[in-house]
Each structure stands twice: as C-alpha cells, then as structure tokens.
C-alpha cells in the first residue's frame, strides 16, 4: 500500500479550491464593509479616485481605448468563441466550467452593485459601484481563456490574460469610472467563481491532463501580484495616514484636500494594487488547474 505523499500527477481534491472561493466571497464583503460603508475608508478611496484626474489628459485615451472594447457583446461572443474551442477539443467540463466562471461572476457583480450592496452618503455620494463590471468582464474571459485552453500553453494565456485584466482594472481608475476597491472587489468575485468552477472540476473526476510543468510560472504570478498589492495598500494607507483620516465622518472635499503629492501616491498605490490583484488572481488559477482533470 503506497503511504508516501500523492503522486504529482494524481487528482487533487476539492478542499483548496472552496476554501479560495469562500475566502474570495469574504474579501468581498470585507471591502464594501471597510471601504464603501466607513468614513475613513470612503476617504482612503476618494483620495486615490481624486488622483487619477492628475495626468488624465495624457492617458485618457488609451484608457478609453482599452474601456471600449469591453461589452456585452464583447462578453457574449468572447464566451461563445471559449466554448466553441472547449468543444472542439472534446473537453465539454471545461466548457461548463468557463460558463460558470462568466456567467456566475458577471450576474454576482451586477447584483452586488445595483442590488445587495449600498453606500451610506457619509459626504462623498450614495451611489455604490462596488463591485466593477468592466474588471469582472475582462477577469472573467481571461480565467475562461486559461481553463479551455491546452494545458501546453496555458502559462502563456495566463500571463496575457493578467495583462488584459489589469490594462482594463487600470483603465477603469485612469478614466475616472471607478475607485481601487471596486477593482478589487471585483478580481475578488472572479476568484470565489474560479474555486468554485475547479471545485466541480475536481469532482467530475478524471486524470489530469499530462503537460509540461510551468509551476515557475504562477508562482510567479502569484508571488509578484501579491507582492504589489501589498506595497500598493501600503501606499493608500500612508496617504490616508498624511491626510488623517481617521475620523467617522467624511468632509465633502477629503480627496480634493489632499494635495497632488498625497493624490499622485494614493493613485499609484490602487493601481499597483488593481494590477497586482490581476496577476495573483490568474497565477492563481493555473495553480489551481494543476493536477485538476479536464
């Protein structure tokens, strides 16, 4: 009887996968209750959002380029395109998997903004945009992308679709649409559907698909994106810090108080976080993948 660890090639179970997906569902809530319905934490966002007007003029543009192409239809037929070459390689899980991924996360953003979650008007507004529908958009067709892929380049297509998710995360900042914690939330929301898409991944059951190890890879992703988020958080935090603001209720003009120094590096911080929060959510999926069958 083999009482040594599993084999490298034998199926993982579900555990880790639900486990993501509960703590993703948590991060979620952990936002909207720290950032969208506190004083302190609606000025740490307004600071990085009055920010993101600093320079606008000169990235304006491609921001606005990368936003445009992001749809419903985009959506539509970007799934439809994924399903089609799950199907192709006779891999029908993988389909419903990625189904679930875009549809699951895309219905979730859409509820939680206009439905489940609101903002308390605390002198900066009452209209909620947590969480972001055009990050979810592009995070979601990038997870999709990962799973219906061959296994042979799935690496790759994780490093693109980190690259496409955070250009659009980022883009949603530059163009003043929405605040880093609405990017957050909803790279958040993409990840509790992936762990739980793996999850029935894992128990469909089946061997994995042998192909070869890009661990470097996502341990990559993974490790830089996390890396960024921190230093982006701390970046956010320390301009709160210089703001003071840690008082329970909001003045009308926190963010435009702030001056450019303190904006420009509240700003930055929810950029490095939005592009981090992208890397380590694709990274995080071709770990998950590994060892899952398909």
Known sequence: MRTG???????????LPLLLALLAAAGVVGLWLGFVTTGPGQVVDEIAFAGSARGRDLLDDQAMTVLSVVSEGTLALGLLLLVVLAVLRRRLPLAVASVLVVGGA?????LLKKVLLERPDLGLGDANSL???HTTVAATLAVALVLVVPVAVRSTAAVLGAVYAAATGVSTLVAGWHRPSDVAAALLVVAAWTGLAVAGLRLHGGAPVRGPDRRAVWVL?????SAAVLVGLAAMTAAALVLDAGGTVVVESAGQDAGRTVQLLSYAGGVLAGAGGSAALLG???????????
């Open 106 to 110: 895309n219905v979730s953003t859409q």
């Open 131 to 133: 969480p972001s529908g």
């Open 5 to 15: 660890p599993p084999r490298d090639d034998a199926p993982a179970g579900p555990v």
């Open 221 to 225: 992703l993974v490790a830089a994106g």
């Open 284 to 294: 995080t999926s071709l770990a998950l993948l590994h060892r899952t069958p398909a």
